[in-house]
């Protein structure tokens, strides 16, 4: 596949990578109206599924440039003495499951079961620490954090992506339709996602917070981009573009 493309020439280079400035430059300066879809967004899904007892309108600045985002506060109580313990009970169980099954007859599936222990024992050492403190959990600080940093995340991918895909890719063309897909998916996606969180913690309990950040959080937004990147490695050149 990378045989296929042709080599970048210093045109090319400079060409996208003035085109890239462009777009973060463009991306920053609509930053603020982001922040209103998102708002409208959570004020729109609120209505349509309640779940919070008020949203705050906070706001932040992201490099200079002020944001004023909607949060929602839910309001949730610390687990109970019996969950705590079921949950305890239930994940250890599953652990020593799976470490008694000979490390040879997971064959391909090995990455994925110690992925999994990871996660299982995280998930043990946060009952491990509800046993001894239950701190208070701030939805609206938790949402706000995650927003920023997506919004962050979106000036830093238009250069990460040129870095990684535009420098070889023979054509601007090319990177600027991967970058804008890019910027697409995390100008839409975070405001859905921090709110599936909120209704997964609020279903089950603050206890699943770590499993629920790791696998639903930054990495899940990093995820879709290698997808994006290996979907944009896939196109062919044509006539020389």
């Known amino acids: 596949m990378l045989e296929s493309l042709p080599r970048p020439g210093f045109i090319n280079i400079a060409t996208s990578l003035l085109l ?10 609509v930053l603020p109206w982001i922040g209103e879809l998102w708002s409208l ?19 932040a600045s992201v490099l200079g440039r002020s944001v004023v985002l909607a949060v929602p506060v839910v309001e949730l109580l610390p687990p109970s003495r019996i969950w705590l313990y079921t949950v305890a ?13 000979p490390q040879r007859s997971w064959g391909v599936y090995l990455p994925l079961a110690i992925a999994v222990v990871l996660l ?8 491990f620490c509800a046993v001894f403190s ?6 609206s600080l938790y949402v706000m954090n995650g927003l920023l940093s997506s919004l962050r995340f979106l000036l ?9 895909y535009g420098i070889w890719a023979g054509s601007w063309r090319r990177l600027v339709g991967a970058q804008l ?29 770590p499993v629920v950040h790791i696998l639903l959080g930054s990495f899940l937004q990093v995820s879709v981009l290698i997808a994006i990147y290996g979907y944009a490695v896939s196109w062919q050149p044509k006539d020389g573009q």
């Open 181 to 209: 897909i890019a910027c697409w998916f995390l100008a839409v996606f975070p405001p859905f996602q921090y709110l599936s969180h909120l209704l997964l913690i609020r279903a089950g309990s603050t206890l699943f917070l």
């Open 120 to 127: 299982i024992a995280i998930q043990l050492i946060a009952c």
């Open 89 to 101: 009970i239930y994940t250890g169980a599953t652990l020593l499951s799976i470490a008694m099954v």
């Open 20 to 29: 890239t400035l462009a777009i973060t430059c463009l991306t920053w300066l």
């Open 134 to 139: 239950t701190p208070a959990w701030n939805s």
């Open 156 to 164: 830093v991918v238009p250069f990460a992506l040129w870095a990684t």
């Open 41 to 59: 967004c959570i004020t729109w899904s609120e209505e349509s599924v309640p779940m919070a007892s008020s949203i705050d309108h906070k706001a």
